[in-house]
């Protein structure tokens, strides 16, 4: 009898938490936190606009870091809310969508007239493509990403921009190449290449020492000489996805994300 009474006491819990609705509140720790990040879009296209490519590039590494930060901090704080979800998605579409895009146009592109904007046109539209699709396309597998995320394209963008800056390139085969990254990054954000999201990695989980060893060296050179060092990571991690999903089709499975 009394197992059956247990029985329909957790059911009843059960049954409130999938009714219970999501908060819509407003939270200003994590809301201010994508200001930031918005704010540091805004910045690096001021700053574009002005020709000060080197810092319009650094604004958008501030702005990766501020949007990693305010959903864990949401999460931590337990101040998640539908409203913080959208305000999150629209600032994204900003900071790394419209933002890159008309960076690289004014760095690189706009020598290519047409061609230039419609090569910028695409990696915007394919930043609002992914960004819809991965708020209404929810996967069992949230250790892959179907698609490019679009903060790591910004990233590889900005750590170009960073990188080459400072050796004046020029001419129209380098225009030329650079489009093609450009167009590259939007078609691989709609894709259905997978990576790695990292989610399932977890800082109190214990490490090999030479993993630490790794963590630390990688600290260092980011240090010593960030633009190259963070270009070169994130164009690995570019490279990663048809890298993986290669690999699993030969495996036989499927390339897409389950």
């Known amino acids: 009898m009394s197992q059956t009474v247990r029985k329909k006491a957790q059911d009843a819990d059960d ?25 540091a879009g805004f910045f690096a296209i001021v700053q574009a606009t002005n020709a000060n490519f080197e810092s319009a590039a650094v604004a958008i590494f501030i702005a990766l870091v501020m949007d990693g930060l305010d959903g864990r901090v949401a999460r931590v704080t337990h101040a998640e809310s539908d409203f913080g979800t959208e305000y999150d998605s629209l600032v994204d579409m900003v900071s790394f969508g419209l933002t890159p895009a008309l960076v690289v146009y004014l760095w690189a592109l706009q020598g290519l007239g047409k061609l230039g904007w419609l090569g910028a046109f695409v990696y915007a539209a394919a930043v609002g493509l992914r960004l819809a699709r991965f708020n209404t396309h929810k996967t069992h597998d949230t250790r892959y990403f179907q698609g490019l995320p679009c903060p790591a394209a910004a990233a590889l963008v900005a750590g170009l921009v960073w990188a080459v800056t400072d050796y004046g390139m020029s001419g129209r085969a380098f225009e030329q190449g650079v489009w093609v990254l450009t167009v590259a990054l939007g078609l691989a ?54 890298v993986t999903t290669f690999v699993r089709w030969r495996r036989g499975e499927s390339p897409a994300e389950s």
């Open 189 to 242: 954000m709609v894709s259905n290449l997978r990576y790695r999201s990292f989610k399932d990695f977890d800082v109190r989980r214990r490490v090999r020492f030479v993993a630490t060893i790794l963590v630390v060296l990688a600290i260092v050179l980011v240090v010593y000489d960030p633009a190259r060092v963070l270009f070169a990571l994130f164009a690995l991690y570019f490279l990663s996805g048809p």
């Open 15 to 39: 049954a409130a938490v999938e009714d219970k609705p999501t908060r819509k509140g407003i939270y200003i720790i994590p809301n201010l936190l994508t200001t930031a990040n918005l704010f």
